[in-house]
């Protein structure tokens, strides 16, 4: 039986490139979506014509019960999964005395709590098995802060504090936990973006170039299929941030 992983935000931009170089090299895939159920159907189908199992499975990661539901979904379709990828988030660009609580708590859930719930409940049987990769996908903002983005700050930041701790929790279990922070990529996040502001982002990268939701793929196959790697923060960045 080949390896299965779980992405969340799998139907997103980047969700969707991390599917697919999981699927070219063999892996079943099981697709997480909250309301993007048509774009995730789609995306299984496309998985499928690889020659891969894929599965799209509705969860709203904040909640403990709608993650054990996916959980119990995937376990039955195809199995505990042997890697997880805690790719699901929001974004929130705004001033810091503007930002609601109700934004926040928005924020700190999806991209923090998603990934603690997330991952609570698929890593018990990683320990039953002594085998298992845990994948965050936090970013360069989480490693350096952003104005007008600080509870997006603080939950990616708070992602790579959890992935160095719980790296070293888990590790005599076999099991790795790394850390993977995009920097500008294309996606539609930077839609609202001018082509002069794209430029000057360019500028700042020492590569010069935008990075690809592929780029961030390889980078997280990389550390799943990496057996001494482990409490890992990789920056897939262009060397905007060193």
């Not at 099991?175 to 922070?181: H, R």
Request: proline share 1%.
């Amino acid at each position: 039986m080949g390896k299965s992983v779980l992405v969340t935000g799998g139907a997103g931009d980047i969700g969707r490139d991390i599917c697919r170089v999981f699927a070219e090299h063999g892996y079943d895939i099981a697709v997480h979506y909250n309301s993007s159920e048509q774009a995730a159907i789609k995306l299984c189908e496309e998985l499928s014509e690889l020659g891969v199992k894929a599965g799209a499975f509705k969860a709203d990661i904040r909640s403990e019960e709608s993650v054990n539901s996916m959980y119990d979904e995937i376990e039955k379709s195809m199995g505990n999964p042997d890697i997880i990828i805690n790719n699901a988030g929001a974004s929130l660009i705004k001033l810091f005395d503007d930002t609601t609580l109700n934004e926040w708590n928005d924020i700190i859930g999806i991209n923090l709590t998603g990934a603690f719930l997330v991952t609570k409940r698929g890593i018990k049987n990683m320990i039953r098995e002594k085998s298992g990769a845990v994948i965050n996908i936090s970013s360069m903002w989480g490693q350096v802060g952003a104005s007008c983005e600080v509870a997006y700050s603080a939950s990616k930041g708070g992602m790579i504090a959890m992935t160095k701790a719980l790296a070293q929790e888990v590790g005599l279990s076999g099991i790795s936990v790394n850390c993977v922070c995009p920097g500008v990529i294309d996606t539609k996040m930077n839609a609202h973006l001018s082509e002069d502001d794209m430029n000057a982002l360019k500028d700042e990268i020492p590569m010069g170039t935008i990075g690809t939701g592929k780029d961030v793929g390889e980078a997280c196959l990389y550390l799943a299929e990496s057996k001494y790697v482990t409490g890992q923060i990789i920056g897939v960045n262009g060397g905007m941030v060193i």
